[in-house]
């Protein structure tokens, strides 16, 4: 796919009617590839890191970076897996790879600390995918206390011993990446409301580009200051990934 994406580079990218006079034209510091949420599903993961490995060698970009912009876990069959692998990425390649924190990782976390009061929402919002990939079977949304209490403890139990790496890589993860005027963020933001300078943001006058997910649509959809990534991978088998390399238009790899 990324071969033929070179030849038009329009492909898989849904464009919205961005308004030129509202909001400048996007730049980024370096070649980014921001990839969408993915869910548990680490077959797609690794097909996608496949067509990206095969853009860049087709195309010679030179010191690119991945950013994974959170919800890497949750609904598909290997949540512990993505994890691990997104982890061993980034500690092998830490100038070239970068993982954000998303909603699902947060409730994760969140689900650790107050299991009881958080556990009905996350189990049933992809916990129960999250716990079976980590070998945790028998949970119940609709159980009590005493149940949630337990799934908790034996969720803390197995991440604090046998994968306390992947914890305390969770609990270090950044909620935002900025390149350019390009603000990378696991969940929707005002485009309004940011403006970059340097390596900062900060709530200014001048809107900057917004890359997220969590908002579902069918490819790459960039307009009004945003780019939604999430093109639903569980349910669709696509996973995505949008392409922001200096003096180039955007490009779309999608599995």
Known sequence: MALRLLKDTAVGVSHGGENATTFPKLRTDCP????????????????LLDEIDEFVGATGVHDPHLVFIGNYIGFGSDSLGVLEKLRSLTSVLPGHFLCLRGRQEKLLLEFLERPKLLGPNWLQNGGLQVLESFGICGSDSNGDAHHLEDIGQELRLALNTRWHEVLDWLVALPSCWVSGNMLVIGAGANPHNYSVFGSKTTKQAEPVWIASGQKICDAVTIGQGRISLDTNAVQTGRLSAFVAIPGHAPVALQT
């Not at 980014?32 to 097909?47: E, K, Y």
């Open 32 to 47: 980014s590839f921001v990839v969408g949420d993915i869910h548990g599903r680490l077959d797609l993961l690794d097909r």
